[in-house]
């Protein structure tokens, strides 16, 4: 049986974020030249004598305010010793306070290989692939699948299930193949579908990343008032939260293989070739930006901009040393007459896709292609997310400005939950209300209505959004059996 074969490159437009589940912390990392030095502890420890180790070893079960900056800082003659084992920098400092001690952060970390690079494993580009495919074929007939997954959960409420997917999966991507010893059997047809880790990256295209939520348009934000103080504090556009995670920076550049078996085009309502893959992207990512991302004072940017810049009429040539051509770009091109030998020449097919974590609910689920009635959809996304992220109220706090609040929110068809209060020393409030707003999304007419960004060098870009070119290599194989 035939196998197409692919060669896939993905450009780092928006940050982003592969996880291992594991944090970076202030006792991993010290200062070099203001820069972040992650430690390679055990070749740290090598360097140590036992009474040296003995004191490091005592460093790490005490004080949890303390950092390894202030370790080597009370033990300078263990620094030469940590920048020996420094396992890669990054290009990220840490800012102080009005006291001068340094903020320490704590940053989700990427996924390396066993020689500490990083890589994009095969399995996050298959899975992204797979929600495209889904929602691709989904979109076709939405009714048959809703019917479907309503058959599935036979009334049971599947808006709280982390498999709440799965008989849409089975229905459309699921197909039954004769087995003597289970009458039932099905296979997943992506089985037909393999993708190769990709090459390995450098620690260098890493960065740290704070997390940023832009709020839609028409949200006046008023859950950013002070809680116990009637006055208004100063409203943003979005919400800044001390929430890092390590990234791919904007402009690396992702090779991977993808292979195909076309025995996939049998169960598919078309041939899954690179022209169809990029379709896929390319349909999911017009109806992300209709039912989604249209609701956000941002700009996007467009295919093949792979540094994330808007098209502001200025040329998209980027030196080498990160400035920016001053030219006015000629006409569609992008680029100016001196650097059009620069503009990229497309051979594949090119398209928009959203990797990783920390990106857009949208990005990650097809529930947009699930629902056409723009009301019902809005209804749908909401309740989901308002069980996954209920609201909940002191309602006997601050004068019945809370009770007010669970009466607003019950109106709107959805069950508020008590919770109690919090304060700090001398009588502060720490905490009176945990509300994500869900319940608002329908007044507000986008589910969720905040748009997930990531700071960068004081830059707000799309949590994990690239380009994807996809192009054929030279060689067809055949083979026998499933991938």
Aim: proline share 3%; net charge neutral; charged share 30%.
């Amino acid at each position: 049986m035939a196998i197409r074969r692919y060669q896939v490159a993905l450009t780092v437009i928006g940050p982003v974020h592969i996880g291992t589940g594991r944090t970076i912390g202030k006792k991993d990392y010290f200062l070099q030249k203001g820069k972040i030095c992650v430690l390679d502890a055990a070749r740290f420890v090598e360097r140590l004598s036992p009474q040296q180790v003995g004191e490091y070893c005592a460093f790490l079960e005490g004080d949890s305010r303390s950092g390894l900056e202030d370790f080597l800082s009370r033990h300078g003659e263990l620094r030469k010793a940590a920048q020996d084992a420094c396992a890669y920098q990054l290009d990220t400092g840490l800012s102080k306070t009005r006291q001068g001690k340094l903020q320490y952060l704590e940053a989700a970390e990427f996924v390396k290989d066993s020689y500490g690079c990083p890589y994009v494993p095969g399995s996050s580009f298959k899975g992204m692939l797979r929600t495209a495919l889904l929602a691709a074929v989904i979109g076709r007939d939405p009714e048959t699948f809703v019917r479907a997954m309503k058959d599935g959960w036979r009334g049971r409420d599947w808006r709280r299930s982390a498999n709440a997917d799965a008989s849409l999966n089975k229905k459309a991507l699921w197909v039954e193949r004769p087995d003597e010893s289970d009458a039932g059997f099905a296979c997943d047809i992506m089985r037909y579908v393999s993708v190769s880790d990709s090459d390995p990256l450098s620690v260098s295209d890493l960065a740290f990343v704070k997390k940023y939520d832009r709020f839609s348009k028409g949200d006046r934000a008023e859950h950013k008032r002070r809680m116990g103080n009637q006055s208004i504090g100063d409203i943003t556009d979005g919400n800044e939260l001390n929430i890092y995670r390590e990234c791919l920076k904007p402009g690396t550049v992702v090779s991977l293989r993808l292979d195909v078996d076309e025995r996939i085009d049998e169960y598919l309502p078309f041939s899954l070739d690179a022209e169809h893959v990029g379709d896929v992207f390319k349909r999911f990512e017009e109806r992300y930006r209709a039912c989604f991302a249209d609701h956000f004072d941002y700009e996007m940017g467009g295919e093949g901009d792979s540094r994330g810049l808007v098209s502001d009429g200025r040329c998209r040539y980027v030196a080498s040393n990160g400035l920016r051509c001053r030219n006015g770009a000629v006409a569609e091109s992008g680029y100016c007459n001196v650097h059009k030998d620069e503009a990229p020449r497309s051979t594949g097919v090119e398209a928009i896709c959203y990797l990783g974590g920390g990106v857009d609910f949208d990005s990650k689920t097809v529930l947009n292609a699930l629902y056409r009635d723009e009301g019902e959809r809005l209804h749908e996304i909401s309740h989901v997310l308002y069980k996954q992220f209920p609201t909940r109220i002191d309602r006997d706090f601050a004068s019945g400005r809370h009770r007010a609040l669970w009466g607003r929110v019950e109106a709107e068809g959805f069950g508020p939950q008590p919770m109690k209060a919090l304060f700090k020393g001398r009588g502060r409030l720490q905490k009176a209300k945990d509300d994500h707003r869900h319940w608002m999304d329908q007044d507000l007419g986008v589910s969720p209505h905040t748009l997930k960004l990531g700071k960068v060098d004081g830059a707000l870009l799309p949590m994990g959004r690239c380009t994807v070119k996809i192009e054929n290599t030279p060689d067809r194989s055949h083979a026998k059996g499933a991938m």
